[in-house]
């Protein structure tokens, strides 16, 4: 009877604790917007920004709340009736061209874009320059003759006597 007991109040203890996790999990019925049109646009400038918290993925992409909060703002912008290019001048604005995933190309991203073509050519031309000086690296000396090692030999037996 006691096992039935603890097998009960397990069930319960977790249900209580995933509860907030699986209500947290769903989307807000508010962030979408009633045009398809209009929702679709939406999502299309959502997928162009950078979520602040994850870095790596879109706002459309990330569960982060600041990802959520930024998906709201867009739709309010697309809902007053901006075009697609003022809402996102506004999102630069506001938190920077870090918020962009795909920088625009500018003075300021100019080292931003080249820097993988430099890194490529880098890396070219050390190897070229190590392999160059390898093979202009002067000839291993050839091998000791026999009367070489006798008196290298006598001079390590000579040394090993001194006093």
């Keep these: 009877m006691n096992m039935r007991r603890f097998l009960a109040a397990s069930c319960v203890g977790f249900s209580l604790i995933a509860a907030p996790a699986l209500v947290l999990a769903v989307d807000d019925p ?3 917007l009633p045009n398809p049109k209009d ?3 939406a999502e299309a400038i959502g997928s162009q920004l950078r979520c602040l ?3 790596n993925e879109s706002i459309e992409d990330s569960s982060a709340g600041l990802a959520r909060d930024l998906r709201r703002v867009v739709r309010e912008h697309v809902a007053k009736g901006e075009n697609n ?3 996102m001048d506004w999102m630069v604005n506001r938190y920077g061209n870090f ?4 920088p625009a190309f500018s003075f300021s991203t100019l080292l931003l874009w080249c820097m993988p073509v430099l890194a490529l050519l880098l890396g ?3 190897a070229f320059i190590f392999y160059r000086r390898r093979a202009a690296a002067p000839p291993s000396p050839p091998p000791l003759t026999e009367e070489e090692k ?3 030999a ?3 037996k000579d040394k090993d006597n001194a006093p």
């Excluded at 918020?99 to 795909?102: A, E, S, V």
């Design 154 to 156: 006598q001079l390590t």
């Design 30 to 32: 508010m962030e979408m």
């Design 124 to 126: 070219l031309v050390s």
């Design 53 to 55: 918290v994850c870095q």
């Design 85 to 87: 290019q003022q809402i």
């Design 150 to 152: 006798n008196r290298l």
């Design 39 to 41: 929702e679709a646009r």
């Design 99 to 102: 918020i962009r995933l795909k």
